[in-house]
């Protein structure tokens, strides 16, 4: 077995590291950028979690109800490969334009499933603003979590078998950063 590290690692030249340092409210904002999860409503009952995975490529298309169906996900990560941020490095334009978003239905279909953590390489699961805060909330109405920016490529995707996930709980923001790990 072998493990690789999933997270993003911000230097204090990256651009998203220096936009979070002129935030009024810069400590919220810290745990907004690289590998982290949303929570506004509650959070994790743990920090440490180690789980299987399910894997859906989503290199070409993202999840329709139709690829979700009779997929076993409860109490699993489910991994959404995009290969966007491989491809466009984390915090560019093109990343964050990318449309990695699930559709309202296909998510209410996966949250039926009883997922612990939906995981993806990219900057979310629902659009930029309010659709995004309300499908992150709607997932932790199921307790279930994403984990947002994780680093993925083809080696690991196609070896991966469960996935390590530290969260800081004591961050007072509503992002709360985490250390990811896969074990292939």
């Known amino acids: 077995m072998n493990e690789y590290r999933l997270d993003i690692i911000i230097d204090d030249d990256h651009p998203a590291y220096l936009w979070a340092k002129k935030q009024s409210d810069s400590v919220n904002a810290f745990g907004h950028i ?16 180690l789980s299987e995975i399910v894997l859906i490529d989503c290199t070409k298309i993202m999840p329709s109800i139709e690829s979700i169906k009779n997929i ?27 449309q990695t978003f699930l ?64 969260v800081d709980l004591n961050s007072k923001s509503t992002g709360k950063v985490c250390k990811v790990s896969a074990i292939c």
């Open 34 to 49: 690289g590998t982290h999860i949303d929570c506004y409503s509650t959070i994790p009952d743990e920090s440490y979690f």
């Open 72 to 98: 076993d996900l409860k109490g699993k990560a489910l991994l959404l490969y995009t290969g966007a941020l491989n491809i466009y490095g984390y915090g560019t334009k093109e990343y964050g334009e990318a």
């Open 103 to 166: 559709s309202e239905e296909v998510l209410n279909d996966i949250l039926t499933g009883q997922p612990r953590f939906i995981l993806i390489d990219a900057c979310g699961i629902g659009t930029h603003g309010k659709q995004h805060i309300r499908f992150d909330k709607m997932c932790e109405n199921h307790n279930c979590f994403v984990v947002e920016n994780i680093l993925l490529n083809d080696e690991i995707v196609n070896t991966i078998q469960k996935v390590e996930i530290i």
